[in-house]
């Protein structure tokens, strides 16, 4: 499990910064990559919660 947090933490760092990118100066580009992000991170923080419930039982 510590593997996936590690990842997830990495996954947001990458999103925060392309979402600022495409804010800040406008990026385009860095807007599709935050997208693409986005989803990664939501498909890892379903699978923690998986995990987290499986780990809790």
């Known amino acids: 499990m510590k ?3 590690e990842k997830i933490a990495a996954e947001f760092a990458d ?7 495409q804010v800040v100066k406008g990026n385009k580009a860095a807007g599709a990559r935050a997208r693409k992000a ?11 919660r998986k995990v ?4 809790a039982k």
């Open 52 to 55: 987290s419930v499986e780990a």
């Open 38 to 48: 986005a989803l990664a991170l939501m498909k890892d923080l379903k699978e923690f």
């Open 15 to 21: 999103y925060a910064k392309n979402a600022e990118a």
């Open 3 to 5: 593997k996936l947090v």
